[in-house]
């Protein structure tokens, strides 16, 4: 477009258009450190003592609840915010949202009962909600149009950005007792940050002739671009549009639902929007990020909690790094291959991922000496510090007992543990009892996981499968959903595929602990299962959309569903 030539041409924008973006990038930097402070806090939590129910599986509910609830109140308030943004503008939403972060990041610094910290993590949830929708829109009404696309990319950039800084911060207070409420409470930093900040940003140009505040919407053109840009010449473009949306709204009654229901088009747009948003989630990658702690102490790869939080830092620092790989590819190979090379790559990881707890259980070291306690009818290490093992119906607390040598365990027995004062897990019976333990060399006690040769193939799953999430899957469903859609749909449909993906993060996080419980290192065979379906079903359906215009967009989705990835 000719508005696209001459802002190349034209010398670099305005400080005001970069302290505008970089302020609301804060918004997607607070939902990405929410997402990954949870993995590094939550451990620590439960080393409070009776800060959760002494029983494993009302302590996993409440930790799973806690984790999940965030999520949930985030796809409530994505809505929420939907509204915000149409009624009060951009700015304002934004406002609002980093206000209600920063009150629940108070909260779940302060909170001194789990109930307490789930309120926290509500209020925390309408905050993200809000800002999960009314950022990105904010980023693309007021950036030009030769750099809207590459801030798409850049916002999930922020967003891999603050979990580095959650693994970063849950290490480094992770020794401490109350490390966890340091790790909630720091969140509200930035969004006090956002907060007074984006006072001094403008409202979206957009928004305000849609308002029909004309005037007050050329001056803010006239603030975000270069001195030589005809921002008149921009303005009479965004009025051209938003009379053609207000007479497309009352050709359709006002009701963009029905419209869409009405237009074959639109409705495989929609189809595909939503299962892009569909499969990301259930390829796993938010329990890969809430639970990365967890999966590494899982390995085997260490018993140290305070190890294995600055291990995760590692891992969170790679998928940042990754994400420049989306950012670099999607204009250059397209959103089509992208998608597919990314799930391929995601498939073998999470196969990986379940080989290596596989061959850990099949490999397990086996109990050598008998206990007193039901803890002496497991056999092997892997069942003595399973989560969730029994005997005879019975919950138990076991623990591996061993002798460190270089050929593995030796001299091993399951043996009863107990949490003492400061929340460490401690034998009540055998050699691995405070006060014995030194009298034996090399002898060591592990209460959560094996110690197993199978350590760096997890580990490896864990980074490959966060390179190929990142270099594809990341970005491009936020991406392809701001394009599919017509411009009078484009805001519902966004809308609806945000929610949409709201709405899975709840299912799939809520439900991974229950599925662990029940399938073992199953679960991430599961989740390979989905991303091969995905492969399937976006090699039919996933039309390559780079370089398309708008109008292009409305004849590719014409063709019938099962030929649109045929080019």
């Known amino acids: 477009s000719l508005l696209q030539e001459k802002m190349t041409s034209v010398e670099r924008n305005p400080p005001l258009l970069y302290l505008s973006i970089f302020l609301s990038a804060i918004g997607g930097f607070l939902f990405g450190y929410d997402t990954g402070v949870i993995a590094g806090a939550m451990p620590l939590v439960e080393k409070t003592k009776d800060f959760f129910p002494g029983d494993k599986k009302g302590s996993d509910s409440w930790v799973s609840i806690i984790t999940a609830i965030t999520v949930g109140f985030a796809f409530v308030f994505a809505f929420v915010g939907g509204f915000l943004t149409n009624r009060f503008g951009r700015r304002p939403a934004i406002l609002f949202a980093s206000l209600v972060f920063t009150v629940g990041a108070i909260t779940m610094g302060a909170a001194p009962t789990k109930e307490v910290l789930l309120v926290g993590r509500i209020i925390v949830g309408m905050g993200i909600g809000v800002a999960s929708?009314?950022?990105?829109?904010?980023?693309?009404?007021?950036?030009?149009?030769?750099?809207?696309?590459?801030?798409?990319?850049?916002f999930q950039v922020m967003i891999c950005f603050g979990q580095v800084v959650a693994a970063l911060v849950d290490a480094l207070f992770g020794k401490m007792d109350i490390g966890w409420q340091y790790d909630f409470g720091l969140a509200g930093v930035p969004s006090l940050i956002l907060l007074v900040g984006f006072f001094f940003c403008p409202e979206s140009p957009r928004w305000l002739v849609q308002k029909g505040r004309t005037e007050e919407a050329l001056k803010v053109l006239k603030s975000l671009r270069p001195a030589s840009w005809d921002s008149d010449k921009e303005l009479e473009e965004i009025l051209k549009v938003c009379k053609e949306d207000e007479a497309i709204a009352k050709e359709s009654g006002g009701n963009p639902i029905a419209r869409m229901l009405r237009e074959p088009a639109v409705r495989k747009a929609v189809l595909i929007g939503c299962t892009l948003q569909l499969f990301q989630q259930?390829?796993?990658?938010?329990?890969?990020?809430?639970?990365?702690?967890?999966?590494?102490?899982?390995?085997?790869?260490?018993?140290?909690l305070y190890i294995v939080l600055w291990i995760s830092c590692g891992v969170n620092a790679i998928n940042f790094f990754a994400s420049f790989i989306g950012m670099s590819l999607v204009d250059r190979v397209?959103?089509?291959?992208?998608?597919?090379?990314s799930y391929l790559g995601i498939c073998v990881s999470l196969v990986i991922l379940g080989m290596g707890f596989q061959l850990s259980k099949i490999n397990s070291a086996e109990v050598t000496l008998s206990s007193n306690s039901s803890c002496g009818a497991l056999s092997s290490c892997y069942d003595c510090t399973y989560e969730y093992d029994q005997v005879g119906g019975d919950d138990l607390t076991c623990g591996f007992c061993y002798v460190a040598s270089?050929?593995?365990?030796?001299?091993?027995?399951?043996?009863?543990?107990?949490?003492?004062?400061?929340?460490?897990?401690?034998?009540?019976?055998?050699?691995?009892m405070p006060g014995d333990i030194d009298a034996t060399e090399n002898l060591k006690f592990v209460s959560q996981y094996c110690p197993t040769k199978f350590s760096p193939m997890i580990v490896v799953g864990l980074m490959l499968y966060l390179v190929s999430f990142q270099s594809g899957l990341g970005p491009i469903p936020w991406i392809v959903n701001s394009e599919i859609y017509p411009l009078w749909f484009r805001s519902v449909g966004v809308s609806m595929s945000t929610g949409f993906n709201w709405g899975l993060n709840i299912l799939v996080s809520y439900t991974f602990l229950i599925l662990v419980q029940a399938f073992d290192f199953g679960t991430y065979y599961f989740y390979a299962g989905w991303s091969f379906l995905a492969i399937i079903w976006f090699f039919i359906v996933l039309p390559e959309t780079k370089g398309k215009s708008l109008e292009e967009m409305e004849q590719l989705f014409s063709k019938p569903l099962w030929r649109l990835g045929r080019g």
């Open 282 to 304: 259930l390829s796993g990658i938010n329990t890969v990020i809430y639970y990365s702690a967890r999966i590494l102490m899982m390995s085997g790869i260490s018993n140290d």
């Open 406 to 432: 270089g050929s593995g365990p030796t001299q091993s027995s399951c043996v009863a543990w107990e949490k003492n004062d400061d929340g460490d897990n401690v034998p009540t019976e055998g050699r691995c």
């Open 133 to 154: 929708m009314s950022v990105p829109v904010y980023m693309a009404e007021t950036s030009p149009e030769s750099i809207r696309g590459f801030l798409g990319a850049s």
């Open 334 to 341: 397209g959103r089509r291959n992208l998608t597919l090379l």
